[in-house]
């Protein structure tokens, strides 16, 4: 019996090998020409508070992971809304025992033209949330709280620069 399951193996592993290459990235260059490019050419305006900071680097990495920097063709500007929630109260302590951080940003991408205003191509909202253990240890919770804006952060951040792709990809 050994010798079925290893053909059944061999045969799994043939037919992943076999299919290996028919994969292409959604947003790819092959796909759409050119797309790579404009997501590098994309100038992200600063955004406010410590979130902002956070958001700000990681659409920079997002949409150009060269570290290159091209004349800028499009603008991002992003506003971020943060609220913290605590759902649940340790009736022993009258402390919350878990928060959780929900972040909304705003998001609006401009074409810049130098003489003519500048036209709108995309916007849209992205809504995710964090969520953290809270303590009795008052750093503790600073430092969680602070890891959730970064979570925050990076999951917007992924969320943005994927509608941005996909609609830089169906303008092209």
Known sequence: MWWSDRARGFA????????????????????HPGLVADLQAIEVAPIKDRIGHYLGDD???????????????YRLTVTVIQKTQTPTVDS????????????????????LDGEKPDKLVFQGEATTA????RT?????????????????ARALADEISLRVAAALGAKG
Do not use: H, M, W
């Open 12 to 31: 799994a592993l043939a037919l992943a090998l076999s299919l290996g290459g028919c994969f292409q990235p959604l947003y790819g260059e092959a796909v």
């Open 59 to 73: 659409l920079i990495s997002s949409l150009n992971g060269t570290g290159s920097t091209p004349t800028p063709k």
């Open 92 to 111: 022993q302590f009258n402390a919350a025992n878990a928060a959780t951080v929900v972040g909304t940003a705003k998001f609006s991408l401009v074409q």
């Open 130 to 133: 964090a969520v953290y253990d």
């Open 136 to 152: 009795l240890q008052g750093f503790a919770n600073l430092r969680a709280s602070r890891d959730a804006e970064i979570r925050l």
